[in-house]
Each structure stands twice: as C-alpha cells, then as structure tokens.
C-alpha cells in the first residue's frame, strides 16, 4: 500500500508501466497461450472421478437381452415412416401403448424468419409422441428422459427401435423410483424445444404447441441417443448446449465408468483418448480435443438435442453411435446394456446433480481441466486490457508540453473532453444494434428491389453493416 500511497514511487510506477506497455502486454499474452496450452498436458489435468455417492459404484447387473428385437423394432420405425412421409404417428402411439406406457402427443408449429434451405418453407409442423413409464415405488415427483429424435431418411431408425425395446424391458422391472419419460421428437431442436416449454409451461420463443395432456415429475437427468446402424465401433459423448452451456461433470463420469465397464469404445469430439500423452503426437492430439471443445463451446450453438434440457438446468448429453472403419464392433444389445445401466444408476439419485463441475474442459474422458486451471490464462490475457487502459488514460491526463522559454503551450492546455470518449462508445452501440435489427428488417425490402432471396437478403444486409463499418476509425478519429 505505500507504493500506492507515496505520489512519487506512484508516479514511477505508471511511468515503468506505460513505457514498457507494449512489451508486458506480449509477455501477458504469450504466457496467457503457452499456460493455456500447458493444460493438455496430462501431468497438469485432472483424473476424472464420481463426487456423487449415489452413483460412485457400477455394481449392478445389466440384463437387457432384447437386442434384436429393438433392430427389428427399428425397421419396423423405418417402413412406416417411409410410407407416412414423416413420423409414424399413429404406430407410435398404438407400439407404446402396447409395451404399457401411458402415450401422449403434442402437435407444434414453428413460423420461420426466412425459407427453409431446403424445402423453401415458412411454416414447420409436426407432431411429438412420448410415454410415461410411472415409478412404481416413489411418489412420481420426480423423472429422467430417454429422447431419440426422428429425422428423414434412414437416420437415426435405430435409436427408436432400441428407444422403444428399452421402454419394453424397462416396463417389466419393479425398481424404478422415477417416472422414465420415452420421447420421440421430430424436427429436431424445433420439436424439442417445443416439448420442453409444454412440460415447464413457458413460451420463450413464440411457437405454437398444443398443452401436455400427461406429465411426469421434476426432470433430473435426460440422455438423447443417436444410432444409425445395427452395429457401431464407438459411442461419442457430445456435451455442448446453448451459449456453451456444458452438463455436470458426473454425468460425463458415469457414462465412462460404464463404457469401461462394458469394454465399449468411447470418444469425446470423435476422437479416442490415446495413452502415448508423453509423446508429441499424443500431446497434439489431447490439444486437438480441448480446442475442438472450445470452438464448439464458443459457437454458441447446440451440438444435440440435449442442448436444451441445459437451459431448465437438466442435467443433459447426446450419445452417438459411430460406425467407422475400426475392426473393433458392438451390437445393439451391449448398448442397451449401457444405458440400462447408467438409468439404473440415475434411479439411485436422491438430488440434482450439483457436487461435481459444470465449467472444465476435456482432452480426453479420463481427464479433465477444472475453471480454477484454465481461468489464470484467461485472466493473463485481460490483463492486456487493463494495462491498454492505464496507458491511454495517462496519455489523457498528461500535462500539456512546455515551449524552449519553459511556458506552456495554450494551444495544448485544453485537456480532452467526455465527448472524445463518448463518440466512439456511441458509435459502437449504434453499430450493434444495427446488426441486430437491420438484417431482418431489410430482408422483405431486399427481395422487392433486387433479385436475391430472403436468405441472401441477411447475409447480405449483414455484410454490408460490417463494412460500414470499417469507416468507423476514421471518422471517429476526425
């Protein structure tokens, strides 16, 4: 504090910052990456490890023996959506009706800002078909999710037949403590944000859908599955939601124990972990899979279905089944295995999950780097701000220079006023909103006056915006 305090060892002190600004600030910034890329290193990471007691064990027999009659489930899926040109409603319902589930449906509509890519539509319709397998020995305040999203084509035919045959199988156990809600979405995000603002009765993004006609309890967990063959060589765990949202670190965890347990392949961003880490081509691929995450992250976007839940703090992930050129294959029924028990495990949990992380980073499943790692180069790198902003401020505050006779010059004795500051802060505003509103209120103009598409009109509109733009230094330096 007395540096701090002393006006001349203060006054030394800006005076050593300012004149060697620009060389601490590339020391910050190289220290900030080279700390940042440290962390793939897997002597500085975290081993991953169950903070929740309720599931700290995988000690439970996994029986589900109904593999092949979920493929033929799924083929079963595939004809009648082919024939119905889009989800098989009525066969879903009479199916999950059939394996003693309580079936409900919700018909939902979404008005598009511009025309679909593809089908050059404004309009998306369709149709969610979920059941209700009630908890036999709880109260039903409770629930977990199994979501599998039915996509055109041959997509995905699959994960509703193992979906629907894990429905079956799970209808004839006796120890479920929460309500298991099976979901069949169409449209993808669309149906699925549709369902979530029915069951929590919100309506954040302005689409129409019918009321929930049945409900479970509180959802704790929900797992989206992805599978569009009847044999895969590894399953991904896609972890990343809106705004970079990511799930508690112990649902990650329990779905490792388990592919451990059961010998199945697992990646994270596709990739497999690799044990050679004190090798270079090892390090480069656990700094391949941290970046990956981080550019997934900072996208903003939704990778699955799961993406979602996140944002009603459920805890969420996708898992999808890849079928590679590995030699290494697992059927459809160690999957079912696996997710049997992992909601087995779910079943045990006597809280939200909250002991564990929800902000880390992963370069390989078995290892993790918590916020307290990676936060320090970050904060080496807003450090450079903070010293750009001390030096400007002291090129602001400084007294005017003095002439050869030792009298200052009146043409410099005019400090600079808010209004130097303010233009530019302005200016940056207007900027932003302008990217905000003017693309979308430009687009109808746009199709009558020239020959593009509504889509084009955006994208075009937007870029005009951004070089508007690249004028702004000059006139706010006039």
């Known amino acids: ?60 027999e996994e ?30 319902v009479k199916t999950m009706q059939s394996h003693g589930l309580e079936v409900f449906t919700q018909r939902f509509s979404r008005t598009l800002p511009f025309p679909d890519e593809n089908k050059e539509r404004y309009m998306v319709k369709g149709t969610n078909v979920y059941g209700i397998l009630r908890a036999p020995r709880a109260s039903r305040t409770e629930a977990l999710v199994l979501s599998a999203p039915c996509t055109p084509g041959d997509n995905n035919n699959q994960a509703v037949g193992l979906l629907l045959g894990l429905a079956q199988y799970f209808r004839s156990q006796v120890f479920w403590a929460k309500d298991i809600i099976f979901l069949v979405n169409e449209h993808d995000l669309i149906g699925m944000q549709a369902w979530l603002e029915g069951y929590h009765h919100t309506n954040t993004t302005g689409m129409d859908w019918s009321p929930l ?25 896609v972890l990343e939601g809106l705004n970079g949202q990511l799930p508690n670190l112990d649902l990650v965890n329990l779905f490792y124990a388990f592919c451990q347990k059961i010998g199945v392949l697992c990646t994270t961003q596709g990739k497999l972990q690799r044990n050679d880490w004190d090798s270079v081509s090892g390090y480069s691929h656990a700094v391949q899979t941290m970046m990956l995450m ?6 903003g976007r939704s990778w699955g279905d799961h993406g979602l839940f996140l944002r009603y703090h459920i805890e ?6 890849i079928n590679s050129f590995r030699q290494y294959k697992t059927d459809i029924t160690t999957i079912g295995r696996l997710m049997e028990g992992m909601y087995r495990k779910l079943n045990n949990l006597l809280e939200r999950l909250h002991q564990s992380y929800f902000f ?73 909103v302008a990217l905000y509103t003017l693309p979308i209120r430009f687009q109808e103009m746009a199709v009558e006056h020239f020959p593009v598409s509504e889509t084009e009109a955006v994208v075009l509109t937007a870029i005009a915006v951004y070089t508007a733009g690249l004028a702004l230094p000059h006139n706010t330096n006039r």
């Open 1 to 60: 504090m007395g540096l701090l305090s002393d006006p001349n060892r203060r006054r030394a002190l800006i005076s050593l910052l300012t004149r060697l600004n620009a060389p601490i600030c590339v020391v910050c910034y190289m220290a900030g990456v080279a700390w940042f890329m440290g962390l793939a290193f897997e002597p500085f990471t975290l081993r991953t490890y169950m903070s929740e007691n309720a599931m700290g064990s995988t000690m439970v």
């Open 63 to 92: 029986r589900f023996p109904a593999g092949e009659r979920a493929l033929a489930t799924g083929r079963e899926f595939a004809a009648h959506k082919k024939k119905a040109g889009g989800m098989p409603v009525d066969w879903l």
């Open 316 to 321: 969420a992930a996708t898992i999808k089944g």
């Open 360 to 432: 880390y980073l992963m370069p390989s499943l078995s290892h993790f780097v918590s916020i307290g790692y990676y936060m320090p180069a970050f904060g080496l790198l807003a450090v450079i701000l903070l010293l750009r902003a001390l030096d400007l401020w002291v090129q602001l505050t400084a007294p005017p220079p003095r002439t050869e006779d030792g009298v200052v010059d009146p043409e410099q004795m005019s400090s600079p006023g808010v209004l130097s500051v303010l233009t530019p802060l302005v200016i940056s505003h207007l900027t932003g």
């Open 213 to 237: 006609q049945g409900r479970g309890g509180s959802i704790q967990a929900a797992l989206s599955l992805e599978l569009s063959s009847d044999v895969i060589t590894s399953l991904d765990l």
């Open 294 to 299: 981080v550019m997934k992250q900072a996208s």
